[in-house]
Each structure stands twice: as C-alpha cells, then as structure tokens.
C-alpha cells in the first residue's frame, strides 16, 4: 500500500526547540551583548578616573578653547555628580569682559545664543547667518525703527546697497573731497613733464596699503621731508563716531593709506615758480607760500643786485612797431614785491588751481610787474611796490579743506590684503573711467557678491565676515586664573 505524505506528517518532523539548541553564531552574539557594553563601560570609568570628560562631551572644542577640553567646571557649573548643559554668561565674561552686542533697550542675547560650542575645531567667532537673522530677520519687531535697512537675513537675502553708494534726496551719492583729479586720465599715457616722457601710471603708484611703504617712483624727497603746517582736519574728514572696533588688526595692511602729494604727485606736477629757481614752492597753507617767495626773492635779489635795473625786452611789444628802449629801475623791496606777486599769480590761478579749490581772498594787483604806458597805471604799480612785502591774512587766498574720506563703509570691515591677488581694476571698475572727482569709486555690492555667496565654490559671505559685534575698544581686563602646567592636567 502507498504511503501517505500529507503536511501533519511533515510538520512532525520538525524540531520545535531548535532555537534553543548553541550554535557558534549565537554564542558570538551572546558574547558580543556581553562584553561590548562592559568594555565601553570600562572605557568610561577609566577617562573618569583620569580627569578626561570628552567621552560624555557634546563634542570638541572651538580652536580658541580647545586647551580647555580638561576643564569643563570653567564654562559648566557642577552639581550632585554632573555638569549643566548651558553655560551663563558670567563664565565667558571671566575671560571675555567686553561689552555686549546691543544697548539695553534692544534684545539682550545670551553668548551662548550665537556662540555655540562643542562643533568641532571651529572659529567660534564665526556666527550662523540664522543667529544674525533671528534679530535682523525683522528689526522692527524688536526695536520699532532701524537706522538701516528693517529686514536683512543673509549678504545674499535682503542686504542693501552700501550706504556710501545710496542716494539722498533722490540726487546719487558724490565725493565730499574738493581734490580735482581725473582718474581715466592718469590710468592712460601721459607725459610726465612738458617734455617727456611718456609714463603708464599703475594704481600701485598712488596707492598702497598703511604699512606698506609708498612707492617712490614719481615722488620727491624735499617734499617727503618737508614739515607743513596744515593739520589732519584740513585733509581729512573725521570718521564717523560710535562705530565698533574690531578686536585687533590683522596686518595693518586693512585700509589704503591717503595719497600724499611728496610721494605719488610731485615729480609730475611740479611747483616751480620762477625760471630763476629750479625747485618749487612748498606744498603747504598759502601763507607759508608767500613767506618762502618773499625769502627767495630777497636773498636773489641781495646776491644779483643788477636786476633791479631791468630793461623792455623788444619781445614784449605786441603792436607789431619796434619797441622804443625802455627801462626802469627798482628798489630791493619793489623788485621783491613785484616777483611775489608773479609768482603768486602763476601759482593761485594754475599750478595750485590745478588742483585744489582756490576762494576767499582777492589776489595782488599784479599790474606792478608790467610794462605800462599810462600815468594811471604806472602810479598804480608805484603804489604797489611801494607796499610791504609780509601781507596780512585776508589779502591771501584760501585753499578748500581737501575733506579726503578715510572710511568709506564703517560700519563693516575690509581688508584690502586679503584680495592683494586681484587687480585694483577688476572691483574698482570706475577708475578706469572716471573723468569727475565726485565720482564714489567703491565697489557695489554686486561687485562683492561675484566672489561672497554660499556654496563650496565662493568666499566666505556670512555676517560675520565683514561686520564687527562687540565694541572692543570698550573691553575690560580680566584677572588670569590658569597656572601652567596644570591647565593640561586638569587643575587651576
């Protein structure tokens, strides 16, 4: 008779403990439970026995913290056997006394807040976009009015145009300086000197860095070395009050210094005065102008004594006649008098106006130095020689504060050597063009964002890169509390 195969018969072949049986994988596994929790609770107690907390850290410190890693009580309050997840203030104060981000009436924020530690060998300085944005996100919910714009979440997402390019009263922003200078003029070939030679500027001729030194290339050493008399505030307008300082400077190489006229302009524009004299007036107030001219034409004139009488040159005549002789004969004074007041002419209404901005007083009557033919006009010149040579203040003219800006975004920082490996050309595109001396030749904020966006592939553009928090002209010093070498091991 045929067997019977059904699935109940099948079934009871099948061990029901077989689960129970040790096969060599489950005593691994078993063992595995066993000695991995022992081994890691071993690995633990041996740190904390040692004094070594990383092992039940959130994670490694900032780069500027990281020797404190051994010193958890020095952020972190202890109590019954374990430390607290925040940090107050007063522990970074104890290092860190400086000012906090924002006067009393605005949100006071914690250091923790924007300054999060225990995110691996980082700059803790370097603060998330969304930190700034919590508050800056919407100034107005916090403060009811902002002195900028009321919403800025990232460089990239609501930040304005730079204040020094922004418009006001509807008219664009200009250049409060009264120094002319065309700049797509000096960036092509220009000659040098009446007669040559033909010389390319570079922007590195005028400016450079404040600890870098000048080039030389078209300066003057009598002027380098010259002493003047006017004072900062007649070049330069003050710097905004209230600004942040940041921590330190990196190289002093941050900002461009001012152009100065001994280093960058002299060797081209020249202050010559008389054909007598090879060297210049100085580059100073119009008063120690008219000094210098009146001492050089002194001695001159007490050396070469024969020049006070002077004769009609027959070039003069201008009537197409031959001249008839003529001469005159002067006194030291008159002689002085009337050369100063040549010279002062030349210098007021060209080399000087060349320049600057020239106003105020009514210059000499100059009709001393010419050759007259009516009795009016040759008593008039007698008359003026006759005058003394030393004039008063108010019958020179006075020269316009050059009102030069040193910072044109104060409210951020830049730093000019960071971007040495790029030409001046290709952020300050306007050099090359600018023909006005109003022009406001800083980069926008477009020109920034070519290289300043998020993403692997640009520069670094969060906040914090160009904008100062703390005040730290206003930090206070703290009292050290680490002994070396203990700070290693453990202790205080």
Known sequence: MARTRTTKKLAQRIDLNYFKRPTPLKRAKLWLSILAPVVALAWILFHFFIGDPRVYSSGRLSEPHAVLEKQCTVCHVQ???SFSA????KACLSCHDGPAHHPANAKQLACAECHTEHRGRIN??????????NCHGDLRALAGASHFANSIRTFSDGHP??????????SPASDPGTIRLNHSLHMKPIRQGPTGPTVQLDCGNCHRPTLVDPDLTYSDSKYR???TVYKESDEFLSIPAGLLSPPKRVSGREFMAPVRFANACASCHLLTFDKRFTEGVPHDKPEVVHEFLVKKFTAYIAAHPAELHEVQEPSRSLSGKPPANR??????????AQKTAVAEELLWRKSCAQCHTIKGATLQDTSLARWTTTASDSAARTAAMNSPSPLPPSALPSVAPANLTLRWLPHAKFDHDAHRGFSCGG???KALTSVESSDILVPGIATCQTCHAPGPDHAESRCFECHTYHDWSKRKE?????TLPALRTGGR
């Open 161 to 170: 145009e730079f204040a020094a390019l922004g418009s006001s009263n509807n």
């Open 79 to 81: 109590a019954a056997g």
């Open 124 to 133: 803790i300085a370097a603060t998330s976009n969304q930190a700034c944005a």
């Open 86 to 89: 925040e940090t107050s203030d």
């Open 225 to 227: 070395a010259a002493e």
């Open 427 to 429: 952020c300050h595109q």
């Open 478 to 482: 703290v009292k050290p509390s680490f």
């Open 327 to 336: 001469s005159q004969s002067l006194t030291p004074s008159q002689w002085v």
